[in-house]
């Protein structure tokens, strides 16, 4: 019975019948020696298996066979890196983030510039007139003061120079419409330093001298980029149809010459909408500032 039961077995994984004797003593053979071997060991397991499980629980190795260990150290990583790009990027001071946008910035420009031969095309053939030179020793001698300034409403004073002189421009190009904004953000802009001032602590230094060499490395970067990219555009002639569109259409559409002013009343009246928005908002601040009673807790 017992070698017919093995026989159907057998014939039920390899397809055929091999008819192994079966008999109830073959001898001192290997395969009983580790049959009772493995009855020994089985025992043994059974009546020491909580001294085992304690000393394995205590090896520190086995952790890194469970799969639940690595998703530990996944989660944790992500936490850990999401901590530390809050303390790099979001620290709470305004000029990282400046120099961060202003880093990025220049890597995406540089790289753009690099893989373009566009720079050939630069065209440093130009002659400035006497009031552009003028205006650029206003502007640099305002810079200087501005950054060696050693007090805030000199350093104000600095930078809305710069504005005004930069507005002045915009007139000798023809584009009033643009020195008018100009000259009421930056009449604004001066008024809500001169009151924020006030409200400010003493004016102190505390950047070191790494930290300064820093800053001046990024700002003369920063500004060699943006030179290099005005003088490409002003280097190359700009194959735009909305030019010639604008020129068609603005004294038979717009009922104008003055093309620019057509294009900000007609053509982007919402953008001009959204301009103005903004001044009567800020308008609406300076007003709320300069009727602010001083002393009075809001």
């Not at 639940?68 to 303390?87: G, H, R």
């Not at 001698?141 to 005004?164: D, H, K, M, N, Y």
């Not at 620019?260 to 709320?288: K, P, Q, S």
Request: no cysteine; aromatic share 12%.
């Amino acid at each position: 019975i017992i070698n017919n039961l093995i026989n159907y077995s057998e014939l039920g994984i390899i397809t055929e019948k091999l008819n192994i004797p079966v008999k109830l003593w073959h001898g001192l053979t290997l395969e009983l020696l580790l049959s009772v071997l493995t009855v020994l060991l089985g025992v043994l397991l059974y009546f020491f298996r909580l001294k085992i499980i304690t000393v394995i629980t205590s090896i520190s190795f086995t952790n890194y066979l469970k799969p639940s260990y690595y998703y530990d150290v996944l989660m944790q990583s992500i936490a850990s890196f999401a901590a530390w790009q809050s303390k790099v990027f979001q620290n709470g001071y305004l000029r990282f983030y400046i120099i961060t946008i202003l880093l990025i910035t220049l890597a995406l420009t540089a790289y753009s510039l690099l893989s373009v031969p566009i720079v050939d095309s630069i065209d440093l053939n130009f002659e400035p007139t006497f009031y552009e030179t003028i205006l650029g020793i206003i502007i640099l001698v305002s810079v200087i003061i501005t950054v060696r300034a050693q007090g805030r409403l000199t350093a104000i004073i600095g930078v809305g120079v710069v504005g005004f002189a930069l507005a002045i421009f915009f007139i000798i190009y023809s584009a009033p419409d643009l020195a008018l904004t100009q000259f009421s953000i930056e009449v604004l802009t001066v008024i809500l330093f001169v009151l924020v001032i006030y409200k400010l602590p003493k004016f102190l230094k505390f950047s070191s001298t790494s930290r300064r060499i820093r800053d001046i490395v990024i700002a003369v970067s920063f500004g060699a980029i943006m030179t290099i990219i005005t003088l490409v555009i002003t280097s190359t002639p700009l194959q735009s149809e909305l030019k010639e569109y604008f020129a068609e259409n603005s004294l038979p559409k717009g009922k104008g010459q003055n093309i620019v002013n057509v294009i900000l009343v007609d053509f982007r009246a919402l953008d001009t909408m959204g301009e103005l928005t903004v001044l009567a908002v800020a308008a609406i601040g300076v007003f709320a500032l300069l009727k602010l009673a001083k002393g009075k807790k809001q």
